[in-house]
């Protein structure tokens, strides 16, 4: 009899891993890829959710902003398909910014090259960085007055364009229903939001999330382009339209995991090599960690090639609380991350098999993985096994 194989590929990194009757593979994102994405765009933009065709709400002379969100699968070419339908509807190349979350430069050269690859004339590219806060704009205060700046762009401009990948509200660092909260604030909301997700202060976090709508009103926002995620870490669908419509929508599409738990949760980052850093691995040890009982285990299988700063901060032996409070402020790159891995640490052990080092592994408190035939030995020793492909969602 023919045994069956799991194959999925984090980036380059292939993973094959024997299935039995014990393990059970979910999903947040749907079976299907689609990769015609100038003819999905081109369907929502001209019929959007609970909003008219969009070329009706732009004036020839608007200043277009579009705010992609790091993560986004594939997120760069559909940022460029809807610039080059921008193009072909009447906008002015001088007339549209792309602002990108992501600092460390990748996010751009794929940006340009996707720009390039349509042979579109090129526009302004701003890399948001949240410790810049001369390239911030005031939006809003809490009632304690905690003040919230967003990117200045986004603010200065005629038209709001958020692409934001759909993800449940429990995902770390998930967008708000305006696609600019957290991820286009600033470093000091940014520390607020990620403390309060850390501590798990509903109150604070509901909060929060009232005044990133307000914010999200306040700059303008009245139309946002959401991506779900597909099982391969590609593209399902994409919505467009009224926020709070295309929020509901599109989180509403992706698939409840359930409410069983297991001995041992594998979580595959799937998708390309852009998908494969320390957020998704952050994403995915969240995730496993609800499908995971107290004294269960976590594989993590993503293809992170380097730790960061904040990320080599888990070598730190501070009480964690006392770490993360101090790494938060640090607002080191992966900063969060790092934390969100530190509180699962404390109390479960996480596997990564990863294109890393086994000293450089084990030096941030995490067990080493050398290959699927261990993971296929960890699988056998448990009694319920669940496998979460895309678990970066």
Known sequence: MTEDVLVANAGNLEIRLRLAPKVRIVSHGRKESKTRYAQMLQDTLENPIDFPSLMLAILEDDQIAIALEEGVPDGERIAAYLIEYLLQHGTRSENICLILAGRDGRSQKLAEAAIRHLSLPAIRIVCHDPN?????????????????????????????????????????????????????????????????????NITHLHQHEKLSQEAGWLVGIHFTIAVVPSLDGHVSEILAGKPQSVFERSTASLVNLGEEIYDLVIAVVDGSEEQQDWMSIARAASQAEILCRPEGRIVVCCNVKHTTRGIRDLASDAPTEEANRRLLQSHFPDSFPAAVLRTIRDHRTIYLLSSMQVTETEKLGLAFVQSAELIDHLIQQAERVCIIRGAQY
Do not use: N
């Open 132 to 200: 810049e806060i001369d390239s911030h704009a005031y939006v809003a205060a809490s009632e304690t007055a905690d003040a919230i700046y967003v990117q200045r762009e986004l603010v200065d401009a005629d038209v709001v364009m958020p692409i934001y990948c759909a993800r449940i509200p429990e995902c770390p660092y998930a967008s708000d229903l305006f696609g600019i909260s957290p991820s286009f604030t600033d470093a000091e909301t940014q520390y607020r939001w990620s403390k309060a997700w850390l501590e798990d």
